[in-house]
């Protein structure tokens, strides 16, 4: 394994208003529609949760991310093996 490989990676997220987020440090996106964009970092899962929500850029090569829309809400998750992931929503149990 190279040094890139065993440095983590952070992430940044500047929040313009509550209509545009700008994310550093994307590594994928797991879903995303009009009210939640589920991204993941090395640091774990991010959700933005709003209204009318848009991916206006994505860049996954350099690892970034810009959403418009109206922003209520974000979401820190811890990092999470891929074999174990189920979701944004599985952690909610009945």
């Avoid at 090395?42 to 206006?56: R, T, W, Y």
């Amino acid at each position: 394994m190279d040094q890139t490989e065993m440095k983590v990676m952070h992430h940044t997220l500047t929040l313009e208003g509550r209509n545009r987020a700008k994310l550093e440090g994307v590594t994928a996106v797991s879903c995303f529609n009009d009210q939640e964009v589920v991204l993941e970092t090395a640091e774990g899962e991010v959700a933005l949760l709003g209204d009318n929500l848009h991916i206006e850029q994505l860049n996954l090569e350099d690892g970034r991310l810009d959403v418009i829309g109206e922003i209520v809400g974000i979401e820190y998750n811890e990092p999470t093996r891929r074999k174990e992931k189920h979701g944004l929503f599985s952690r909610v149990r009945k």
